[in-house]
């Protein structure tokens, strides 16, 4: 699915906005949309311990990713395989068994998330809405690159007016509680505070690899650097507005199963929870459809030689494959089991094979590649 766009002709917005974009299209799966994630590993720590652990997974997601971006510019690889082959030597395996296993625990949480939305909006009957997400992001697949980049584009300007809105409604009904809440706030534990950030950013990492398809619009390193730095808070800007809305109801909103729910509940205006349904359902589409996607990547460059570009049926049914998969490990965990209990291991691991090495060997040989270039 090559672009026959070459990087000189790429616009700013492409080389220094779109990377972040797509990553905080992949990043706001099931779990951030509903604020379930921000209230299981931010929230629960404390008000002023929620707001200092997403500022650290936004700074370490921005460091990461303008390595990560680099790495890949340099090196001209477009899907993980490569990267990591490039990145890990033989060591590459142990991220793709990882990225595998994450993969299908997200499409999990999303899959469960879609079923359970739908259920409780419209009645739709248990498991149609799984199968409805299936069937739409494979469609997403099935075109590949540039539909789901231009998605996710688009979609990605939605969600921040909702989320803008959502805050200036949330001042305007109870900001005063919030505010009284961070006032009376107190850091107790900046470590441990700290620690969530690096677990989070963690839990989360693997969706940069998700995203290097945007690599091919960047000229430079500065569009590289740029795009990363950007990237961090580009990713996590929803999510601080919904920590600073929640606060208003901390302690007990941490208990609850969707959050966002739980605060618009309590704005009780019928057409915009109406409207969070919608940008939640278009959400978590892009954020499967963009991990799925980078497997069809992968896919394409290690077989492209032996059987031409993977057609876009094979896109769309190894969607089709996954998620049904993800399906069945849904239905046997909850929403909040499944963020809560299934990542520990592998957020870890990621750290290790993804966030140390990118971070070390990879600005190694990022600048040893611009020493040779002089």
Not at 30 to 39: L, V
Not at 124 to 144: D, E, S
Not at 359 to 372: C, D, E, N
Request: contains cysteine; charged residues 10%.
């Amino acid at each position: 699915m090559a672009n026959s766009e070459s990087p000189a002709q790429a616009s700013w917005f492409k080389r220094y906005v779109l990377p972040g974009f797509v990553l905080k299209s992949v990043v706001i799966g099931g779990g951030y949309a509903t604020g379930r994630e921000f209230a299981e590993f931010f929230l629960s720590a404390g008000p002023a311990a929620a707001i200092l652990g997403v500022v650290i997974t936004a700074l370490i997601f921005s460091l990461v990713y303008a390595a990560t971006l680099e790495f890949a510019r340099v090196h001209h690889t477009l899907e993980y395989r490569g990267f990591f082959r490039l990145l890990l030597g033989r060591g590459w395996v142990a991220f793709e068994i990882l990225y595998l296993v994450m993969l299908l625990l997200v499409l999990a949480v999303l899959s469960a998330t879609v079923d359970a939305l739908l259920v409780e909006a419209v009645g739709m009957p248990a498991g149609l809405g799984a199968g409805l997400f299936a069937v739409l992001v494979a469609t997403l697949a099935y075109f590949g690159t540039t539909l789901i980049e231009r998605y996710l584009v688009a979609w990605s300007f939605v969600l921040y007016a909702f989320y803008i809105t959502f805050v200036t409604l949330c001042l305007l009904h109870f900001g005063h509680e919030a505010a009284n809440t961070l006032k009376d706030a107190h850091l107790d534990a900046p470590g441990a505070a700290a620690f969530n950030g690096l677990r989070y950013a963690g839990y989360n990492i693997s969706a940069m690899t998700a995203t290097l398809f945007c690599v091919r619009h960047l000229r430079s390193r500065k569009d590289a650097l740029v795009a990363g730095l950007l990237g961090g808070p580009l990713a996590m800007l929803p999510g601080v507005l919904f920590v600073f809305a929640s606060l208003a109801f901390y302690p007990q909103i941490v208990a609850a199963p969707v959050p966002m729910h739980f605060l618009l509940a309590r704005l009780n205006i019928p057409v915009f929870h109406a409207f969070f349904l919608l940008v939640v359902l278009t959400a978590l589409i892009g954020t499967g459809a963009a991990m799925i996607h980078a497997v069809n990547e992968r896919i394409a460059a290690s077989g492209y030689k032996r059987l031409g570009a993977l057609p876009r049926p094979a896109r769309a049914a190894n969607a089709v494959v996954l998620v049904l998969v993800a399906t069945v490990v849904a239905a046997r965990a909850g929403l909040i089991e499944l963020v809560a209990q299934g990542y520990g291991l592998i957020t870890y691991g990621f750290i290790l094979v993804f966030m140390v090495p990118i971070l070390t060997v990879g600005v190694w040989r990022i600048a040893r590649s611009a020493r040779s270039s002089e």
